[in-house]
């Protein structure tokens, strides 16, 4: 159950948005073997003069940025697996925004499985009732 939040620097942009929820979601079930089934994603944008990166606004730089959080229950990936990820990721989100500043970052995070869940319920009494 992948929760994926992607921040975009930029205006809002409804092609871009399916873009990045469509991609998002094959990429992140594909490397870090999830069902497409339980993902969910949330897009944001951020103006470019509202993004700071080392004291000067993405605007001034001339640069786009994302921000990528993947929320995953923890101990249910390797680490290379997350090092695969964070490289196509960096990858794919490149290549649909352009001109990425080198210092959009990516985070998957591990959550212990009795703090996290959906439906009410959490991950571990998913795993115990399995």
């Not at 929320?71 to 990936?77: A, M, Q």
């Not at 290379?80 to 964070?86: G, R, V």
Request: with cysteine; glycine share 8%; aromatic share 8%.
């Amino acid at each position: 159950m992948p929760g994926i939040d992607i921040t975009i620097s930029g205006q809002p942009d409804s092609a871009l948005t399916h873009q990045l929820a469509a991609q998002l979601t094959e990429l992140t079930c594909r490397i870090l073997k999830k069902e497409p089934s339980r993902t969910r994603v949330i897009v944001r944008f951020v103006p470019q003069d509202q993004w700071f990166i080392a004291g000067r606004s993405l605007a001034e730089q001339g640069k786009r940025s994302f921000q990528l959080e993947v929320t995953v229950t923890g101990e249910t990936n390797t680490r290379n697996e997350k090092a695969d990820y964070h490289k196509a990721a960096y990858e794919l989100l490149g290549g649909l925004i352009g001109n990425v500043h080198p210092h959009s970052s990516i985070h998957v995070v591990d959550c212990h499985a009795t703090s996290y869940g959906y439906g009410g319920v959490t991950q571990e009494w998913r795993y115990q009732h399995a």
